[in-house]
């Protein structure tokens, strides 16, 4: 079994900074794609961005391009979210989720599609 244990999450003023980090236990990330989620309060659940199991090929949603960065680190088990020029609407609980990737080719994750999620970590964006 994947466990994936979310951090980072925090206040944050309009135009600041935060860095997500989804840590995995039980199995290795190596053969994973890994997939960032939203949910803002009263929104249906947003997919943010995505990682194919190498990171070489990346995906994000159109309102967090050019601000957002997914990375991840094979050998810690983990994956980031960098979020710059955080705005207002980019306030909600962000999930971490991975889906079996072996032939690092998904790059487009689908949340009916994951295995395995975190709990959740919580982004406000405020003055």
């Known amino acids: 079994q994947l466990q994936l244990v979310e951090s980072g999450g925090g206040s944050v003023q309009p135009g600041g900074s935060l860095r997500l980090s989804c840590t995995a236990s039980?199995?290795?990330?190596?053969?994973?794609?890994i997939g960032w989620f939203r949910q803002a309060p009263g929104k249906v659940r947003e997919g943010v961005s995505c990682t194919s199991s190498s990171g070489d090929s990346t995906n994000y949603v159109d309102s967090v391009k050019g601000r957002f960065t997914i990375s991840r680190d094979n050998a810690k088990n983990t994956v980031h979210l960098q979020m710059n020029n955080l705005k207002p609407e980019d306030t909600a609980v962000y999930y971490c989720?991975?889906?079996?990737?072996?032939?690092?080719?998904?790059?487009?994750?689908?949340?009916?599609?994951?295995?395995?999620w975190g709990k959740g970590t919580l982004v406000t964006v405020s003055s």
């Open positions: 989720a991975a889906v079996a990737d072996y032939s690092d080719s998904r790059y487009r994750c689908s949340g009916n599609e994951m295995d395995y």
């Open positions: 039980g199995l290795s990330l190596n053969y994973y794609a």
